[in-house]
Nanobody, 113 residues
Framework: QVELVESGGGLVQPGGSLRLSCAAS????????MSWYRQAPGKQRELVAS???????VYVDSVKGRFTISRDNGKNTVYLQMNSLKPDDTADYYC???????WGQGTQVTVSS
């Protein structure tokens, strides 16, 4: 059974940083693309970043240069390092394995002074 558990969200001031983690289980993590999505209040869920099994990454334009997705296949964990956070980054952040169509429960990120 596929399980994805996010952690690391919280309240941060503009310009601050957070690191989200997503612990995966129930599948061979190292073989699959992993992604982070986010959904802001009143908006559709959007792709933030993805990382392939061999570490290639893609980002939505709005986070390029500020966010970094990474993975530790030994720990079955994918990370999202978020720097220079802006109020527009406020959202619920979700980890997913697109191929497995599995989602975590989400972790809330609030950027506010």
């Amino acid at each position: 059974q596929v399980e994805l558990v996010e952690s690391g969200g919280g309240l941060v001031q503009p310009g601050g940083s957070l690191r989200l983690s997503c612990a995966a289980s129930g599948f061979t993590f190292s073989n699959y693309v992993m992604s982070w999505y986010r959904q802001a209040p009143g908006k559709q869920r959007e792709l933030v970043a993805s990382i392939t099994s061999n570490g290639r990454t893609v980002y939505v334009d709005s986070v390029k240069g500020r966010f970094t997705i990474s993975r530790d296949n030994g720990k079955n964990t994918v990370y999202l390092q978020m720097n220079s956070l802006k109020p527009d980054d406020t959202a619920d952040y979700y980890c997913t394995c697109p191929t497995k169509d599995s989602w975590g429960q989400g972790t809330q990120v609030t950027v506010s002074s």
